[in-house]
């Protein structure tokens, strides 16, 4: 029997007798957070985990009792665990209005723009939303940029199983553009990429995104010092360290 199923009897057994468990602690009562490869935010250097987005929830949990995990899979996989596992939290997420009410927010990991791009070698010039949305445009499956693509009478939506694949397509001249946040579109540019961008689509919050049934009290403990980071000067120093514009 493992030590799960021997604390879950124990709990039980407390229930059937009336007895207050406080005490007993497990696996179950760990905060597990799921996240994607997606640079600068979230990604993997030499077999360890860095990025502003999971530097900043690593100082986060400093001081909470709540153990923690954290697991980096493709996105859908993530932002599905989060929204049915009861105590799973997703980042670096986009708080969009489709997913106000879906989700118990701790915000804001960072601010960004994103970009509709196209292949640098591209002859097309497109200016706004209008003018795009006679071009194929790929992104990854359930990324909020899908939503806004929808929302924005997008029909030509390629959809890949992560980032890496839409971006292949685009080089290889599959789809015509993808939207990409500004940040990553830099990093890319750096590393080579024959990308440039196009317009900007939108304005948007960062944040991590816990499921409904994560306990409110440590929402707000979350939220208490994360804020604490963002006063004190470390967010910034995130930010700089990864090389990102600091968004006044």
């Avoid at 497990?26 to 077999?47: H, Q, V």
């Avoid at 987005?53 to 009792?65: A, C």
């Avoid at 306990?215 to 930010?239: K, T, V, Y």
Wanted: proline fraction near 4%.
């Amino acid at each position: 029997m493992t030590a799960i199923a021997r604390l879950s009897i124990r709990r039980l057994v407390c229930l059937l007798a009336g007895l207050a468990c406080p005490a007993l602690a497990s696996a179950e009562d760990a905060l597990k957070f799921t996240t994607e490869d997606y640079p600068p935010y979230n990604f993997t250097e030499n077999g360890t985990y860095k990025g502003v987005g999971y530097e900043q929830v690593v100082m986060m949990m400093q001081g909470i009792s709540t153990s923690y995990t954290v697991e980096m899979m493709p996105w859908a996989r993530a932002y599905a665990l989060a929204e049915t596992d009861p105590m799973t939290c997703v980042f670096t997420t986009a708080h969009i209005p489709e997913r106000e009410g879906l989700f118990k927010w701790v915000e804001p990991l960072a601010v960004d723009r994103n970009i509709v791009v196209s292949r640098a070698d591209a002859a097309l010039r497109v200016k706004n939303i209008e003018e795009a949305r006679s071009y194929s445009v790929g992104t990854q499956r359930d990324d909020y940029t899908q939503a806004l693509l929808e929302r924005n009478g997008f029909t030509k939506i390629d959809l890949a199983a992560n980032l890496d694949l839409t971006i292949k397509k685009l080089e290889s001249g599959r789809i015509d553009l993808m939207p990409i946040s500004e940040k990553f579109l830099t990093k890319l540019q750096r590393d080579g990429h024959p990308l440039k961008g196009q317009f900007v689509l939108t304005e948007q919050k960062f944040a991590v995104a816990c499921n409904k049934h994560v306990p409110d009290s440590l929402i707000n403990q979350m939220q208490a010092n994360l804020n604490a980071i963002i006063a004190d000067g470390r967010q910034r120093e995130i930010f700089v360290r990864y090389g990102m514009e600091v968004l006044n």
